[in-house]
């Protein structure tokens, strides 16, 4: 059996930091890590990210099984795993609701470009995913027509959702991304 306690630190401490930085209220969100080839450590549901303790975090494989318990994964779980399929570059994702960039999410509007240097740098045209309920595979699918040529995702309604070599990148990209909407 494989130790994955250093991911489940990293997903602890970077919940942390999406809470105190107010991307996520209550149980909002979702991060996780591809843990080897087939498995993905993932945020349970119904936790906080600011309180989450290693032992909360649930072990997945690709087609969504769970491989330990108590807890259940997120119920957007999906929405990882389709990422994590497609990309295989891709071992961290953050999914939360940054205040700004939702604003501009709920809007319908783009993330402004042209304004300051740096998110044209790291995040390039940030895509705007259609709108479905969160927590189907449908939901999932959305991402699909944009993440091959991209790092960062809008969920028309929900959110945004950042995937990178490892978590901390990802939440840099979700940090960037509220910051230039702000």
Not at 4 to 18: F, K, N, W
Not at 69 to 95: F, K, N
Not at 126 to 143: C, H, K, L, R
Request: aromatic share 6%; hydrophobic share 35%; proline share 8%.
């Amino acid at each position: 059996m494989q130790d994955y306690s250093a991911y489940r630190e990293q997903i602890c401490q970077i919940g942390r930091r999406v809470y105190e930085k107010q991307f996520v209220a209550a149980n909002e969100g979702n991060l996780s890590i591809r843990a080897g080839t087939d498995r993905v450590l993932i945020t349970p549901t119904m936790h906080s990210k600011g309180f989450l303790q290693p032992e909360d975090l649930c072990l997945i494989d690709l087609e969504g099984n769970v491989l330990s318990e108590p807890t259940r994964p997120s119920s957007e779980y999906r929405l990882h795993l389709t990422i994590y399929r497609q990309r295989p570059d891709a071992h961290g994702i953050v999914h939360c609701h940054p205040p700004h960039a939702t604003a501009f999410a709920i809007a319908h509007e783009p993330i402004p470009t042209g304004v300051l240097p740096e998110p044209d740098i790291f995040l390039g045209q940030v895509p705007m995913a259609a709108y479905e309920t969160p927590g189907n595979q449908s939901f999932a699918d959305t991402i699909l027509p944009f993440v091959d040529s991209t790092n960062t995702i809008h969920l028309a309604n929900h959110g945004t959702v950042a995937l990178a070599e490892d978590l901390d990148r990802a939440r840099r990209l979700t940090e960037i991304m509220d910051a230039n909407c702000r």
